[in-house]
């Protein structure tokens, strides 16, 4: 797949945030990721595989990012507190 040199432009540049609901979504991005990674942290024991899916963690935080910088976002975001505040279940507690 070759890509046009502006595809490439658009893919290389900033892309900030252009209303509050996408910077809220992004910091729900964020939240949730950041959630996420604390439970693995406290919950699996450590390893290789523990550091590779905190990486992961990482690069699926940025690519959403990414996403909604580039595309916009798919419905109106929401503030929230926890991951459960935007459907997402609470994890357990260890």
């Known amino acids: 797949m070759k890509l046009s040199n502006e595809e490439l432009q658009d893919w290389f540049s900033y892309h900030p945030a252009r209303t509050e ?6 910091e729900n991005v964020r939240e949730v990721m950041r959630e996420t990674a604390i439970w693995v942290n406290e919950n699996v024991p450590d390893s290789r595989e ?5 990486t992961s963690l990482q690069h699926a935080m940025m690519e959403c990012n990414a996403a909604i910088a580039i595309h916009g976002i798919v419905t109106q975001a929401k503030e929230s507190s926890s991951p459960a ?10």
């Not at 609901?21 to 992004?26: E, G, M, S, T």
């Not at 523990?50 to 905190?54: E, M, N, P």
């Open 21 to 26: 609901d996408a910077k809220i979504a992004h």
């Open 50 to 54: 523990k550091s590779l899916a905190l």
């Open 85 to 94: 505040a935007i459907g997402l279940p609470d994890f357990p507690e260890k």
